[in-house]
């Protein structure tokens, strides 16, 4: 089958905005069942909005949908990792969530922690936890006027949030990270700090 190259494409599609275009509304290319024109250009040529069996919207130049290049959203491709495991993650289920063009999955970790993860990232094995392995016990670790009590399920910016006990009762959620680096030394009560904590 013969496609089109992008020089010819330019070349077509110039010459294209001066002819009238036919209609393709609720004609179906393989999966996909184009809903209406949209106002955007490819090389000239009119993008259409399709929905594709699967449920996802993608917008197609005219020559990709008549010449049979684009039949699908690319859902075709994409593999089932429901049931995989990563690392110490193992793969729920496939969100509707997109990131970069990639499939969210939703994953559960050894630690009992769920967290999303692009496709990309659980195949390259770029993420292989929910990030609990990153993180030192600190329970028992003085940290200025503060102890660290327990881990709490709550998370800052990806960082365990800490049970801690400062010298003067008070009891306080702190983010590993503004433990570790000395940002956060006490519940307040010794001077103000410029990070915020979150009482219990």
Same mark, same amino acid.
């Given at each position: 089958?013969? *496609?089109?190259?992008?020089?010819?494409?330019?070349?077509?599609?110039?010459?294209?905005? *001066?002819?009238?275009?036919?209609?393709?509304?609720?004609?179906?290319?393989?999966?996909?069942?184009? %809903?209406? +024109?949209? @106002? /955007?250009?490819?090389?000239?040529? &009119?993008?259409?909005?399709?929905?594709?069996?699967?449920?996802? &919207?993608?917008?197609?130049?005219?020559?990709?949908?008549? $010449?049979g290049r684009t039949k699908s959203c690319g859902c075709g491709r %994409?593999? @089932?990792?429901?049931?995989?495991? *990563?690392?110490? %993650?193992?793969?729920?289920?496939?969100?509707?969530?997109? =990131?970069?063009? *990639?499939?969210?999955?939703?994953?559960?970790? /050894?630690?009992?922690?769920?967290?999303?993860?692009?496709?990309?990232? %659980?195949?390259?094995?770029?993420?292989? $936890?929910?990030?609990?392995?990153?993180?030192? @016990?600190? =329970?028992?670790?003085?940290?200025?006027?503060l102890t660290a009590l327990a881990p709490s399920e709550q998370r800052?910016?990806?960082?365990?949030?800490?049970?801690?006990?400062?010298?003067?009762?008070?009891?306080?959620?702190?983010?590993s990270s503004d433990l570790i680096s000395g940002r956060k030394v006490?519940?307040?009560? $010794?001077? +103000?700090?410029?990070? $915020? =904590?979150?009482?219990?």
């Amino acid at each position: 089958m013969y *496609f089109p190259t992008n020089e010819v494409q330019s070349a077509l599609g110039v010459w294209s905005q *001066f002819m009238p275009y036919k209609d393709l509304t609720g004609r179906r290319f393989g999966k996909l069942t184009v %809903l209406g +024109a949209s @106002d /955007q250009r490819a090389n000239g040529f &009119m993008v259409w909005n399709c929905q594709c069996d699967c449920g996802n &919207m993608k917008g197609v130049p005219t020559p990709n949908l008549t $010449s049979g290049r684009t039949k699908s959203c690319g859902c075709g491709r %994409l593999k @089932d990792l429901t049931g995989k495991q *990563f690392g110490k %993650l193992t793969v729920i289920e496939k969100t509707d969530i997109r =990131s970069n063009g *990639f499939v969210v999955w939703k994953c559960i970790c /050894q630690c009992g922690n769920t967290t999303m993860v692009t496709t990309n990232n %659980l195949t390259g094995g770029t993420v292989r $936890s929910c990030g609990c392995t990153r993180y030192k @016990d600190l =329970s028992g670790t003085r940290f200025g006027m503060l102890t660290a009590l327990a881990p709490s399920e709550q998370r800052k910016n990806g960082h365990i949030l800490w049970q801690c006990q400062c010298d003067c009762g008070e009891y306080l959620l702190v983010a590993s990270s503004d433990l570790i680096s000395g940002r956060k030394v006490s519940c307040g009560c $010794s001077k +103000a700090e410029t990070e $915020s =904590s979150t009482y219990i």
